[in-house]
């Protein structure tokens, strides 16, 4: 197994690949975003991997920023009718990602609610499930598996396997039993067969069950 820790190389040999997830990605448009990032950026201040540059555009960088963020921005505004960042220009230079994207001016939801009505609520709610319900109503390929929406790797915080991504999985089956390490419960013959272990056997033959096609989520679902 390895650790959480990843090394420049995992870095660097993640965008292999992608040139075909760019978007105008003009010599024009990434020069100028490098130059407005070293110019215009330290004049704003910055939000974790996000960097203004002006009012209404934001730059997203960093060492885990994948073209898959921008491609998969871009698959929502053409498939639905969730509001999403408008997505510029996305590119690798040097072995990182630049996201040039749509800047929106607003409050985290924990900080508006305070001052919201009930009713009003309850309509943010509303809005917020109904986005949810049209993302995983979008219709996957027959042979889609565990993959981001463009049929490559993934990333997500919780995994500390990720180098730093992971996968794509043909099957769900093929995803769980990574998951687990590759663990095979059969092959322990002689182990004792405990109230933990047979809570493991039991985890093992549902993961290698039948499983539902998979949806279109969101990885990082969370009250901001």
């Given at each position: 197994m390895r650790g959480a820790q990843i090394s420049s190389r995992d870095i660097a040999f993640?965008?292999?690949?992608?040139?075909?997830?760019?978007?105008?990605?003009t010599?024009?448009?990434?020069?100028?975003?490098?130059?407005?990032?070293?110019?215009?950026?330290p004049l704003h201040k910055s939000?974790?991997?996000c960097t203004p540059i002006s009012k209404?555009?934001?730059?997203?960088?960093?060492?885990?920023?994948?073209l898959t963020e921008?491609?998969?921005?871009?698959?929502?505004?053409?498939n639905t009718l969730i509001p999403v960042p408008k997505v510029y220009c996305a590119f690798v230079h040097s072995g990182r990602a630049y996201i040039v994207m749509e800047r929106i001016q607003g409050q985290d939801l924990p900080a508006a609610r305070e001052g919201l009505s009930e009713a009003a609520r309850e309509n943010v709610y509303a809005q917020l499930k109904?986005?949810?319900?049209?993302?995983?109503?979008l219709k996957p390929p027959a042979d889609a598996g565990v993959q981001s929406c463009v049929g490559g790797s993934l990333y997500d915080s919780r995994m500390k396997?990720?180098?730093?991504r992971f996968g794509h999985f043909k099957t769900t089956?093929?995803?769980?039993?990574?998951?687990?390490?590759?663990?095979?419960?059969?092959?322990?013959?002689?182990?004792?067969?405990?109230?933990?272990?047979?809570?493991?056997?039991?985890?093992?033959?549902?993961q290698d069950g039948p499983w539902p096609p998979p949806v279109f989520t969101h990885a990082d679902l969370e009250p901001f």
């Open positions: 993640q965008h292999d690949g992608t040139e075909h997830l760019a978007i105008n990605a010599f024009s448009r990434r020069l100028l975003t490098r130059l407005a990032m070293k110019i215009l950026g939000d974790g991997l209404h555009v934001i730059v997203k960088t960093g060492r885990r920023v994948h921008a491609a998969t921005m871009d698959f929502i505004a053409r109904g986005m949810i319900e049209e993302m995983r109503s396997r990720c180098s730093p089956q093929d995803f769980h039993f990574w998951l687990r390490e590759e663990l095979r419960p059969s092959e322990f013959k002689d182990r004792e067969r405990d109230d933990e272990w047979r809570a493991i056997e039991k985890m093992a033959e549902m």
